[in-house]
């Protein structure tokens, strides 16, 4: 770790000797193994060592970026990237941030980094099994992987900025068929985190082929007008598109449904939603933005009322405020952009772990409870509007009555979110983004 701190800092020296006003240098080391199984054996392993450095740099106001997977190529990109800064555009906000305490986190687990692949076998054989044992009509597995990997990150640049901290991950992610007679439906279930004990396989195994026996029987249903539960992997899904528009870059780029809110009510009072990259062990957590700029808990929308938008470093400079530590690289090849770390809907209680929230279930004395749903990476971000398939279980007084096939449902996200009647407890984090089930009044359903 201090050798790549030295070498970062070697880094800027050689490209301020070439006339750069400020650099910045993001270094990556991670290693890591997957493993998916079939039928018990191993039907995939993958092992993975990788390494790249990337170089921002401004002259003047003109940016330049540059990166590599070579240690021994630095020469170049510097060359390359001071180079490139001589054909951007000039812009005023062009910067890079201040040095700041990086938050204390927890995002490291030991026990990863002494991980083998035969201990990576055993827990997808393991996953595999656990999906196949929970009844006889789960005749078969499409999928069981465990991934693990761990990682060290370096954050420097020429204003003092100097970050380096270690990080580890685990993910068990499969899909279940189950059939009975003619019948055959599939489920899914997912988990992740950056401690190794917080994901019970078994239950992950268990939860994919409960999804998919649920579903058996299926029908399909007349149009009507009702109120809708969404499943917590549902929500998630819906939240991941109205984060979009909490993007400061979004608004000032006229791509947000959110542009000229803040202060307003945009949603339900009963929803809060919030951004924190300090959770202990959540996928999203680090001490630090991928610009170096200390991360924290962010309440973005209380009481239903906008409270305002994440930014980097060069949105905050142009909206005249100060970065709220959401500099994002959505991969090394790129500059950091805004994204959230870990955005989350507040349960209404303590939380429930690992099942739904019943009572929630049993307040609906007739609508349905979405579990899946078809299409809605074909929403609009912008405007918000949405059209999809969508199965589940039609519920009556409170109770499953049938599993639903083949329904559309149709609306405007900001509308949904205006619909929320009732939040449960049962959060549950999908990657980065979680929620707990949401009570959504009358939506148009059409078979």
């Known amino acids: 770790m201090e050798d790549m701190k030295a070498?970062?800092?070697?880094?800027?020296?050689?490209?301020?000797?070439?006339?750069?006003?400020?650099?910045?240098?993001?270094?990556?080391?991670?290693?890591?193994?997957?493993?998916?199984v079939k039928d018990q054996k191993v039907d995939t392993l993958k092992g993975s060592r990788d390494f790249a450095v990337a170089l921002r740099v401004i002259k003047g106001r003109r940016l330049g970026f540059s990166f590599t997977t070579?240690?021994?190529?630095?020469?170049?990109?510097?060359?390359?990237?001071?180079?490139?800064?001589?054909?951007?555009?000039?812009?005023?906000?062009?910067?890079?941030?201040?040095?700041?305490?990086p938050c204390a986190v927890e995002i490291f687990d030991d026990t990863i980094r002494a991980l083998n692949e035969e201990d990576v076998i055993r827990d997808?054989?393991?996953?595999?099994?656990?999906?196949?044992?929970?009844d006889e009509r789960i005749r078969k597995v499409?999928?069981?992987?465990?991934?693990v990997g761990y990682g060290r990150t370096v954050i420097a640049n020429s204003k003092g900025v100097d970050v380096s901290y270690e990080s580890s991950y685990i993910s068990a992610h499969t899909i279940a068929l189950a059939e009975d007679g003619s019948d055959s439906q599939t489920g899914w279930a997912f988990a992740?985190?950056?401690?190794?004990?917080?994901?019970?396989?078994?239950?992950?195994g268990r939860h994919a082929s409960e999804r998919a026996l649920e579903l058996l029987g299926a029908r399909r249903i007349n149009p009507v007008k009702v109120p809708v539960i969404l499943d917590s992997s549902v929500a998630?899904?819906?939240?991941?598109?109205?984060?979009?528009?909490?993007?400061?870059?979004?608004?000032?780029?006229?791509?947000?449904?959110?542009?000229?809110?803040?202060?307003k009510a945009i949603v339900s009072p009963l929803v809060e939603i919030v951004d924190d990259g300090t959770l202990p062990w959540a996928a999203?957590?680090?001490?630090?933005?991928?610009?170096?700029?200390?991360?924290?808990?962010?309440?973005?929308?209380?009481?239903?009322?906008l409270h305002g938008y994440i930014h980097n470093t060069y949105t905050a400079k142009k909206d005249g405020v100060y970065s709220t530590g959401n500099a994002i690289r959505p991969s090394l090849q790129?500059?950091?952009?805004?994204?959230?770390?870990?955005?989350?809907?507040?349960?209404?209680?303590?939380?429930?772990?690992?099942?739904?929230?019943?009572?929630?279930?049993?307040?609906?004395?007739?609508?349905?409870?979405?579990?899946?749903?078809?299409g809605l990476h074909t929403a609009d971000p912008v405007s918000g509007d949405f059209s999809i398939g969508i199965s589940g279980i039609w519920i009556e007084d409170g109770e499953p009555a049938h599993p639903v096939k083949e329904a559309v449902i149709s609306g405007n996200i900001l509308d949904l979110f205006k619909k929320v009647e009732a939040v449960g407890r049962d959060l549950c984090f999908y990657g980065d983004t979680g929620s707990p089930t949401l009570l959504i009044g009358k939506m148009d359903i059409s078979g």
Not at 249 to 262: D, N, P, R, Y
């Open 192 to 204: 992740s985190s950056r401690r190794r004990r917080d994901i019970a396989l078994e239950r992950v």
């Open 7 to 36: 070498f970062s800092q070697d880094i800027i020296k050689k490209a301020t000797s070439k006339g750069c006003d400020l650099v910045e240098v993001y270094i990556k080391e991670s290693r890591g193994i997957t493993v998916e």
């Open 124 to 134: 997808a054989l393991l996953l595999e099994e656990s999906a196949l044992s929970c």
């Open 236 to 263: 998630v899904e819906f939240l991941n598109i109205l984060s979009h528009s909490l993007s400061a870059e979004a608004v000032q780029k006229k791509k947000s449904m959110l542009a000229g809110k803040i202060g």
């Open 334 to 374: 790129s500059m950091p952009g805004v994204n959230t770390l870990n955005l989350y809907i507040r349960p209404s209680g303590d939380v429930i772990n690992g099942c739904r929230d019943m009572e929630l279930l049993r307040s609906l004395n007739r609508g349905i409870l979405i579990t899946d749903t078809m």
């Open 284 to 305: 999203g957590t680090r001490p630090v933005d991928d610009e170096g700029t200390p991360v924290s808990r962010k309440i973005l929308i209380s009481g239903g009322i």
């Open 70 to 101: 070579d240690i021994r190529d630095i020469d170049r990109i510097i060359d390359e990237a001071v180079e490139s800064a001589g054909w951007t555009a000039d812009d005023p906000y062009n910067d890079i941030p201040e040095p700041g305490r």
């Open 142 to 147: 499409r999928k069981a992987m465990v991934g």
